[in-house]
Nanobody
Framework: QVQVVESGGGLVQPGGSLRLSCAVSGAVSSRNVMAWYRQAPGKQRELVASVTSGGTTDYAGFVEGRFTASRHNARNTLSLQMDSLKPEDTAVYYC??????????WGQGTQVTVSS
């Protein structure tokens, strides 16, 4: 079984920064993909950034160079540095890990609120 735990959310003013962390434990494959998703109220969950075990990183178009995802394979951790935050970035942020072709495991999420 795989456990996924996120941390680092909070309240920040527009233009500010936050750093999210995700720790994965349990029966984790070295070939898994790790990713950040987010879900705003009344909207569908959407992919923010994904990182393969080989380090290939992809970002959603709305990131626009403001976020940086970093993965540490030996520690099974994934972080998301978010800069120049906007009110529309307000959402619950989820971490997910999976092997290609499977659903994988999700964390419980961490709230990010961008407001003055």
């Amino acid at each position: 079984q795989v456990q996924v735990v996120e941390s680092g959310g909070g309240l920040v003013q527009p233009g500010g920064s936050l750093r999210l962390s995700c720790a994965v434990s349990g029966a984790v494959s070295s070939r898994n993909v790790m990713a950040w998703y987010r879900q705003a109220p009344g909207k569908q969950r959407e992919l923010v950034a994904s990182v393969t075990s080989g380090g290939t990183t992809d970002y959603a178009g709305f990131v626009e160079g403001r976020f940086t995802a970093s993965r540490h394979n030996a520690r099974n951790t994934l972080s998301l540095q978010m800069d120049s935050l906007k009110p529309e970035d307000t959402a619950v942020y989820y971490c997910r890990t999976w092997l290609r072709g499977t659903t994988g495991s999700w964390g419980q999420g961490t709230q990010v609120t961008v407001s003055s």
